[in-house]
């Protein structure tokens, strides 16, 4: 705190909300976990958990006005590493093992099969003409050699079943998402499955 205080900015660190797509949890709600602090004498980890469509709304605003954020997904779940490609059609499970995979994002969560595993950089959307997202680029901290020159591109499909938590500056945030930061949040013990094993 008093290297922030003497070389850096300090309202950096009411500058940000955390942002949460969690099925398995009621939306529109504040959550905290329980020992998960942004440093040692901080405040548990804040978030908000949202609708997919509210958070992909943010993320636009956000990048329209070049502004990259913290992206967090389930990184390994149909990845193609050698092209960087982050899709659900990528491969064909089901007809390789002949059966089907039903659950959804709620009880891939409910029963630890998925989870927010490795934190990247959201840096671009590609809007269709109705403005409506078809895909997603962010950057990746495996080295140039990896994914696309460094980076993955994932479909909107991908994005709705795997991502799961963005930090956006406030002046993006819509105002119902600032307004159930007032709320009291619901403090998660920090055994909770959506931050077990994050990188």
């Not at 099969?113 to 959201?122: F, P």
Request: glycine residues 6%; aromatic residues 14%; charged residues 25%.
């Amino acid at each position: 705190m008093s290297f922030l205080k003497k070389f850096g900015d300090e309202s950096l660190l009411n500058s940000y909300v955390m942002l949460m797509n969690d099925p398995s949890r009621e939306y529109y709600k504040s959550y905290e976990i329980d020992f998960d602090r942004h440093r040692y004498d901080g405040n548990n980890w804040l978030y908000v958990n949202l609708p997919i469509e509210d958070i992909k709304e943010m993320a636009i605003a956000s990048l329209k006005d070049s502004t990259m954020m913290y992206f967090s997904c389930d990184v390994g779940k149909s990845l193609n590493t050698d092209r960087g490609l982050l899709d659900l059609k990528n491969y064909d499970y089901e007809s390789l093992m002949g059966t089907s995979f039903g659950m959804d994002k709620k009880q891939r969560i409910q029963t630890f099969a998925s989870g927010s595993s490795h934190a990247m950089t959201l840096m671009a959307v590609d809007l269709n003409k109705g403005g409506t997202p078809t895909k997603w680029m962010v950057e990746n901290s495996w080295g140039a050699t990896s994914g696309y020159q460094g980076h993955l591109i994932m479909t909107d499909e991908w994005f709705n079943e795997y991502m799961f938590r963005l930090v956006v500056e406030k002046k993006y945030a819509t105002a119902k998402a600032l307004e159930v930061l007032k709320q009291k949040p619901i403090r998660l013990p920090a055994w909770d499955p959506m931050f077990a094993g994050e990188e």
